[in-house]
């Protein structure tokens, strides 16, 4: 998007917070509309796969395994998903569920920064989302294995646009982050008829990235190992990305429709005003009309007057 916008990857309300505040007066003058893109454990990111369900019912089936992973009722749930695929009689794609509590404290936040929120989307979906910006793997099988700054890592694997695996990864030391990645990507090649990957990409604030490169390489038998640039910010700006999730997409829509209605009523304010100028001209017109009407037969008679007895007029004139 434009300079308006502004794109923030937070780790909690308290991030985004210092985050907004942490602006120059230009910036809060000049950006109007958000994306965020939230790095937080209680938000969580599932790929689904189900047979033989119809795409209009995969919503209410999520949403149901939704109140399940977080334990809370579906109105304390902020929920979407999207379908990536639906082919052969199965429906495959993410979704995407987090306590509605910790949404409404961000848009809060956001709105006492005069913001308009337009996205708010899970940090791992916006580091894949940079990742395909900047990289053309769409028909290979690869691995995308990001470091985040509060010690997680964001790890997918996807094969041909579909996720084989999506993990968010806690770790504390090197050998625990090198632990769970052998761990899932063994797992992930163990489910797969493919059990090799064509690349595997690194982004983020890498521990120790030579050693770490050459453990993978040794035990994956890659080829090369690729070091991603990919920008979160810059995809979080960008009007189309690969996915469409939004954990707002309620209340953007419902602004959204605000928005039209309150055009419409300007619009509708407006015609109003030019009929009623237009009315005020007419009667206007009218008034001088009959007015003029009104005083032409007065002024025929005195004509009349005057032409037929201008000796008596004289007369009135002398005296």
Same mark, same amino acid.
Do not use: W
């Given at each position: 998007?434009?300079?308006?916008?502004?794109?923030?990857?937070?780790?909690?309300?308290d991030?985004?917070?210092f985050r907004?505040?942490?602006?120059?007066?230009?910036?809060?003058?000049?950006?109007? @509309? *958000? %994306? =965020? $893109?939230?790095?937080?454990?209680?938000?969580?990111?599932?790929p689904?796969?189900? &047979?033989?369900?119809?795409?209009?019912?995969?919503?209410?089936?999520?949403?149901?395994?939704?109140?399940?992973?977080?334990?809370?009722?579906?109105?304390q749930?902020?929920?979407?998903?999207?379908?990536?695929?639906?082919?052969?009689?199965?429906?495959?794609?993410?979704?995407?569920?987090?306590?509605?509590?910790?949404?409404?404290?961000?848009?809060?936040?956001?709105?006492?920064?005069?913001?308009?929120?337009?996205?708010?989307?899970?940090?791992?979906?916006s580091?894949?989302?940079?990742?395909?910006?900047?990289?053309?793997?769409q028909?290979q099988?690869?691995?995308?294995?990001?470091?985040?700054?509060?010690? @997680? *890592? %964001? =790890? $997918?694997v996807?094969?041909?646009?579909?996720?084989?695996l999506?993990r968010?990864? &806690?770790?504390e030391?090197?050998?625990?982050?090198?632990?769970?990645?052998?761990?899932s990507?063994?797992?992930?090649?163990?489910?797969?008829?493919?059990?090799k990957?064509?690349?595997?990409?690194l982004?983020?604030?890498?521990?120790?990235?030579?050693?770490l490169?050459?453990?993978?390489?040794?035990?994956?038998?890659?080829?090369?190992?690729?070091?991603?640039?990919?920008?979160?910010?810059?995809?979080?700006?960008?009007q189309?990305?690969?996915?469409?999730i939004?954990?707002?997409?309620?209340q953007?829509?419902?602004?959204r429709?605000r928005s039209?209605?309150a055009?419409?009523?300007?619009?509708v304010?407006?015609?109003?005003?030019?009929?009623?100028?237009?009315?005020?001209m007419?009667?206007?017109?009218?008034?001088?009309?009959?007015?003029?009407?009104a005083?032409?037969?007065?002024?025929?008679?005195?004509?009349?007057?005057?032409?037929?007895?201008?000796?008596?007029m004289?007369?009135?004139?002398?005296?």
């Open positions: 998007m434009d300079k308006h916008t502004l794109a923030v990857a937070a780790t909690s309300p991030d985004l917070a907004l505040t942490d602006r120059t007066d230009e910036e809060k003058k000049c950006q109007r @509309y *958000i %994306n =965020l $893109a939230i790095c937080s454990p209680e938000v969580l990111v599932q689904f796969s189900i &047979p033989g369900i119809k795409v209009q019912d995969v919503r209410d089936r999520l949403r149901l395994v939704s109140v399940e992973l977080l334990n809370l009722p579906a109105d749930l902020a929920f979407d998903y999207q379908v990536l695929s639906s082919d052969g009689g199965r429906v495959s794609g993410l979704f995407v569920c987090a306590p509605k509590s910790l949404i409404m404290e961000c848009l809060q936040i956001i709105r006492q920064a005069k913001l308009q929120p337009l996205k708010i989307t899970p940090y791992i979906l580091s894949i989302d940079a990742f395909y910006l900047q990289n053309e793997a028909s099988r690869f691995c995308l294995l990001d470091f985040t700054r509060n010690g @997680y *890592i %964001n =790890l $997918a996807i094969h041909q646009q579909r996720f084989e999506l968010k990864v &806690p770790y030391s090197f050998e625990e982050a090198l632990l769970e990645i052998n761990r990507l063994r797992s992930a090649c163990a489910k797969s008829s493919v059990k990957f064509d690349r595997i990409y982004s983020g604030l890498i521990p120790q990235q030579a050693r490169i050459a453990e993978i390489e040794e035990q994956f038998e890659t080829r090369t190992l690729v070091k991603s640039e990919a920008s979160i910010s810059e995809i979080s700006r960008a189309q990305s690969f996915f469409s939004n954990l707002i997409r309620e953007v829509v419902c602004a429709e039209h209605i055009l419409g009523f300007n619009i304010l407006a015609m109003l005003f030019g009929l009623s100028l237009y009315c005020g007419r009667i206007r017109q009218q008034s001088a009309d009959i007015q003029k009407m005083t032409e037969p007065l002024e025929q008679s005195a004509r009349y007057v005057m032409n037929e007895n201008p000796d008596s004289r007369g009135v004139q002398s005296l």
